[in-house]
């Protein structure tokens, strides 16, 4: 299936790893020109180098913390008028209410609710007006399926979810689509620092914490990094124009409501 995207510019945050660079990765497969972002220089070139040798495709990394005004002003700079912009960062740990003063909340919402808002108010306009965008949040299962434990990332990211949700329809007459993905249990780092988190906690195994995932999938498995970057293609492509302010869980079958 051509998605239709060939050439597009595609901005994809917080993408030297994980499902950033799935989504980098799927992007470039259909034949965008992408840059990639992250904090670490060297970890950022490699990532952009692999991309290049795996697509053919154009790729470049901007080395910049989002959570700042300076790093977003970088990556804009970079970038200054993508068709496709993918929000994502890194989610706090998980904790519990009495462990989360001020400073912890304020960092959550820089992170997972104020550095999409002021990109998407960065790029919206200039997508409205070329008549043509495509905007993905990368956001959290917990979004719908809120857990205690997730409360500073549920929060911060709900407040994306609201934003966008808003925003869609204003968008939608200009051809610029706004659309969640919410991602649980996917075979990334996350997880795998959740896997520690399990053995450090309760004492047990790698492969123990992993089966303790496993078992809370209906799939019986975790997700592939493959599977939530081309989900996110989709999204993003010329045939999802009628697809907007949805959100897309990729979970396995884990969710148990109705809507």
Known sequence: MDLGIRGRKALVCAS???LGYACALALAQEGCEVWLNGRNADKLAAAAEHLRADTGATAHGVVADLVTEAGRSALLAACPEPDILVNNNAGPS????????????IAALEANLLTGALLLRAVLPGMRARRWGRIVNITSAMVKTPHAAMGLSTAARAGLTALSRALAREAAPDNVTINNLLPERIDTPRQEFMAQRMMKASGISHEEARAQIVATIPAGRMGRPEEFGAACAFLCSDL?????GQNLQLDGGAYQGLV
């Open 94 to 105: 998980p904790g519990q209410l009495a462990d989360w003063d001020h400073d912890a909340w």
């Open 16 to 18: 030297s790893q994980g």
């Open 240 to 244: 999802a124009g009628y697809i907007s």
